[in-house]
């Protein structure tokens, strides 16, 4: 399975943009790059995916480097609500696999 | 709009024992998984239906554990003889047939053994 390499935390100040950062150096072609969010005491939540654009929604945008090695998840305005684990994960045509994802706490 | 639901959302149970837990996927979804995640670790792959076929399980997966997906619909998972190092929860997903594969998760099941 393609690895993927995230900060354990972060850590973010209520209504300022979060960059989530991802390395995927072993990706393959047609891996495409997913996140997902587990809030406390919740399954997780698909947020957003990518396999080769910039990808914007209405919860986050993905940042994909050129080369596809690495991708970063964009929360434009955090809020307390956003406070949770963030995975980035590779899918291609296999169950998901989750790695142990980055903590996000947001600061009032 | 009705999501992924399971049941029950908390099981306690003695060592040895046996529990099952019930997955309702969304209904259009064709693939349906089971995933376990212990306090700390992401969830992680236990198996997964397409349609009424269990196509993969996982190494995690012993002699202890069944699951089924009878008529294609919702799922069950079955583990016999509990230990305390079943003590966990359990998420079930579904989705469906895609190569992007985009999974929505249940609330998940918790289970302790004493």
């Known amino acids: 399975d393609a690895k993927t390499t995230q900060p354990n935390s972060m850590e973010s100040n209520e209504e300022e943009p979060v960059h989530l950062p991802c390395n995927h150096s072993?990706?393959?072609?047609?891996?495409?790059i997913h996140w997902y969010r587990q809030l406390p005491s919740q399954g997780p939540e698909y947020v957003i995916h990518?396999?080769?654009s910039n990808v914007n929604n209405r919860m986050a945008s993905l940042a994909i480097a050129e080369d596809r090695k690495s991708s970063t998840l964009i929360l434009h305005r955090a809020t307390l609500r956003d406070a949770a684990v963030y995975y980035c994960?590779?899918?291609?045509?296999?169950?998901?696999?989750f790695g142990k994802g980055t903590r996000l706490s947001v600061i009032a | 709009d009705t999501g992924v639901s399971q049941d029950p959302r908390h099981k306690i149970t003695k060592r040895g024992q046996n529990v099952t837990f019930r997955c309702d996927p969304i209904s259009e979804h064709n693939r349906l998984y089971w995933y376990r995640q212990t306090l700390g670790q992401g969830p992680e792959f236990l198996t997964y239906f397409q349609n009424e076929a269990q196509l993969e399980k996982s190494r995690l997966l012993s002699d202890r554990f069944s699951a089924e997906r009878p008529k294609g619909s919702f799922s069950t998972l079955e583990i016999q003889r509990t230990e305390q190092g079943d003590s966990a929860m359990y998420l079930c997903?579904?989705?469906?047939?895609?190569?992007?594969?985009?999974?929505?998760f249940g609330p998940g099941t918790r289970l302790l053994v004493l």
């Open positions: 994960i590779l899918s291609g045509n296999t169950p998901l696999v």
């Open positions: 990518g396999l080769t």
């Open positions: 997903a579904s989705s469906l047939i895609a190569r992007k594969e985009t999974q929505y």
């Open positions: 072993t990706i393959s072609g047609t891996d495409y």
